[in-house]
């Protein structure tokens, strides 16, 4: 274990060798887990490792075994088969208590009856350190999340990205190996959400010698921000596993490159592709280079900093184009409905899908 | 108006004879007689040195307290059984407990006390307190299983992630988050002992608890004006934990020991800081 003592001051932990990493194993490692609820397999023989340090996202949508895998991981909930491993050492029965990470809620889950300081200071109460120590300890987390100055409050007397901040300190306070987080910014309003996003992944920066990350979410926007990695769920089973931008840029199936992003499907030859909308140029009905397809502009949304266009081909198909602004102002976006345009792409960002695995997924 | 009416005129039949027997209490004529002569304390003085009033006294401080400590303890235990787990038969447990209130206490007295005197057991304060605790559990229970069901199930879990086993979360955050409702039904557990009359007639033998004396003595016409002052005294030891209870489980219901007033700037949120 790395040595992380309150009493060593100047000398900064020693950051383990790939050799030594290599031989403790993964942070995580679930092999063929298990978990049935009645009728219900919520996680279905899921497989994956999370490297030691690295932001890992699990990311899907409700119901499709995330917050089971993530359950599974802390301990509160027993796999019907399967192993979980923390760091080498197998913990499948381990109760959560003896487990070396710590949990941020959903719903945050601090102590109403406690304030901010006896709340991050819970994991090293009853672990039996001191009160000095562990005021001190406190302290820093919560420096560390950038909270300082709330010790003496209540829960109820904190806003709601407070808490979220103050529920993250009570976990990191206790240096865990592996920190689970259950879609902590669910609850924040969308510019709070992104700048914690933004915070977190500091955070995360600052701590990824020895703490480990694994996040949670349905939103597709803080996993591609925060994440190293991304595992995208669906129906308990893992679909494909990558960093952000083999998630984006190459989907393996329909349902990646559907959840993750806007996806445009083109089939051709009996093959299935995909092109990101931003990916595709838009040219006028003259400009025919090497257009790859040509069609209608059928609907415009003018967003802002950038204008999406939904364009049927003469195929039938529809595609979504997403274009900057860069000298298009709303009025002319606008004029853009009913007219005749190509469409061109490169064939480096076309991405081939399986499509009989689609096939056996959805009968 | 008239439901008004009529809801006024049924509060007074209920609770003006209550009101007619505590001024009673202050009846300076052994005879009771309306209007009453004048108002007097002498009858408390002589009551209080009634040796068996002391006696009866005690014998139902001593049941009430035991009867609701083993419901205290009890009643908690069942509320996290049927709040925790599933289990065969977890909807029957519900049932058991809550029976009997329900059942006429005749009956719970006289299986009781069939149950006493088939296995030879000696009447004593123990058989009292067990008549009283079949009773007592379900108010215990229905409080701490009704906080525990409004509690976040993710407190318990958070304590258990951050490294407390189960003692400690019981401890630390289960305890705290449960005591106002344990306490309230552990209030309304004494109310209940304190004032019982049927059951423990069964299970008391030739013990007088205060409610058994005071129904001896109407009953013979010795000694009215003390009974007058007991009476008074049972309503009140009655009244004031039910009371108590109420003011305990209203609001969140959460104990405000050393909370302080909010910090200016910080709102507490709806249903926080009313209480004083």
């Known amino acids: 274990m790395v040595s992380s003592s309150g009493t060593s001051v100047a000398v900064p932990s020693p950051r383990p060798s790939t050799a030594e990493r290599a031989a403790e194993g993964p942070a995580v490692r679930l092999n063929e887990v298990r978990k049935v609820y009645g009728d219900v397999v919520a996680v279905d023989r899921l497989s994956l490792e999370v490297v030691a340090g690295e932001f890992f996202t699990m990311l899907g949508p409700s119901g499709s075994g995330k917050t089971t895998t993530l359950r599974v991981i802390a301990g509160f909930e027993l796999p019907d088969s399967g192993t979980v491993e923390l760091h080498g050492s197998d913990v499948t029965r381990s109760p959560p208590y003896e487990r070396p990470v710590n949990t941020v809620f959903q719903d945050y889950a601090l102590f109403p009856h406690m304030n901010v300081l006896d709340n991050v200071a819970y994991g090293l109460r009853v672990k039996g350190i001191g009160?000095?120590?562990?005021?001190?300890?406190?302290?820093?987390?919560?420096?560390?999340?950038?909270?300082?100055?709330?010790?003496?409050?209540?829960?109820?007397?904190?806003?709601g990205g407070q808490r979220q901040r103050v529920a993250l300190a009570r976990a990191i306070v206790n240096r865990p190996r592996v920190l689970l987080l259950d879609e902590p910014l669910g609850a924040l309003d969308l510019k709070l959400r992104q700048a914690m996003q933004l915070e977190l992944k500091s955070i995360q920066r600052e701590l990824s010698e020895r703490i480990t990350f694994v996040y949670v979410t349905h939103d597709q926007d803080a996993a591609l921000t925060m994440s190293d990695r991304i595992a995208v769920f669906s129906d308990g089973r893992l679909e494909q596993v990558g960093t952000p931008g083999e998630i984006y840029e190459s989907p393996v199936n329909e349902f990646v490159a559907g959840f993750v992003g806007t996806s445009n499907l083109i089939q051709r030859d009996g093959r299935c592709y995909t092109v990101r909308p931003e990916k595709i140029r838009l040219l006028g009905e003259a400009e025919a280079d090497s257009a790859d397809a040509a069609g209608i502009v059928r609907e415009v949304a003018y967003l802002g900093s950038v204008t999406r266009y939904v364009v049927e081909l003469e195929s039938g198909e529809t595609l979504v184009v997403v274009r900057q602004n860069l000298d298009m102002s709303a009025s002319s976006a606008m004029q853009q409905r009913g007219r005749r345009v190509r469409l061109a792409w490169r064939e480096e960002d076309e991405s081939e899908l399986d499509i009989n695995k689609q096939e056996e997924r959805n009968p | 108006m008239a439901f008004a009416a009529w809801a006024v005129l049924i509060m007074l039949f209920l609770f003006f004879p209550i009101v007619i027997i505590m001024l009673y209490a202050f009846n300076p004529s052994n005879v009771q007689s309306w209007p009453l002569s004048g108002l007097s304390t002498r009858w408390f003085s002589s009551t209080w040195h009634n040796t068996e009033v002391r006696q009866a006294l005690w014998l139902s401080v001593r049941a009430g307290l035991l009867a609701t400590a083993i419901a205290m303890i009890l009643g908690t235990m069942a509320a996290f059984a049927v709040d925790r787990f599933r289990f065969f038969g977890?909807?029957?447990?519900?049932?058991?407990?809550?029976?009997?209130?329900?059942?006429?206490?005749?009956?719970?007295?006289?299986?009781?006390?069939?149950?006493?005197?088939?296995?030879?057991?000696?009447?004593?304060?123990?058989?009292?307190?067990?008549?009283?605790?079949?009773?007592?559990?379900?108010?215990?229970?229905?409080?701490?299983?009704?906080?525990?069901?409004?509690?976040?199930?993710?407190?318990?879990?958070?304590?258990?992630?951050?490294?407390?086993?189960?003692?400690?979360?019981?401890?630390?955050?289960?305890?705290?988050?449960?005591?106002?409702?344990?306490?309230?039904?552990?209030?309304?557990?004494?109310?209940?002992?304190?004032?019982?009359?049927?059951?423990?007639?069964?299970?008391?033998?030739?013990?007088?608890?205060?409610?058994?004396?005071?129904?001896?003595?109407?009953?013979?016409?010795?000694?009215?004006?003390?009974?007058?002052?007991?009476v008074l005294f049972v309503i009140l030891v009655s009244l004031i934990p039910v009371a108590l209870a109420q003011r305990l489980t209203r609001d969140t219901g959460m104990l405000r020991s050393g909370a302080r007033t909010p910090a200016a700037g910080a709102a507490p949120a709806i249903g926080a800081g009313s209480a004083p």
């Open chain 2, 90 to 230: 977890r909807e029957a447990v519900s049932l058991v407990l809550v029976l009997p209130i329900a059942l006429p206490g005749i009956i719970t007295g006289m299986a009781l006390n069939s149950f006493i005197s088939f296995n030879s057991l000696t009447f004593s304060l123990l058989t009292i307190v067990i008549g009283h605790a079949t009773f007592c559990i379900v108010t215990v229970y229905n409080n701490v299983l009704a906080r525990l069901r409004r509690t976040q199930s993710s407190l318990m879990e958070a304590s258990m992630d951050l490294g407390a086993d189960g003692w400690q979360t019981f401890r630390f955050v289960t305890l705290p988050m449960i005591a106002t409702a344990l306490v309230a039904g552990g209030l309304l557990a004494f109310a209940l002992s304190f004032d019982e009359i049927v059951v423990t007639t069964f299970t008391a033998g030739a013990q007088n608890t205060l409610p058994i004396w005071v129904f001896a003595h109407i009953r013979n016409g010795q000694q009215l004006p003390q009974v007058n002052v007991v």
């Open chain 1, 131 to 159: 009160k000095r120590e562990r005021r001190q300890r406190a302290s820093e987390a919560l420096e560390m999340v950038r909270l300082p100055g709330v010790e003496g409050r209540r829960p109820i007397q904190l806003s």
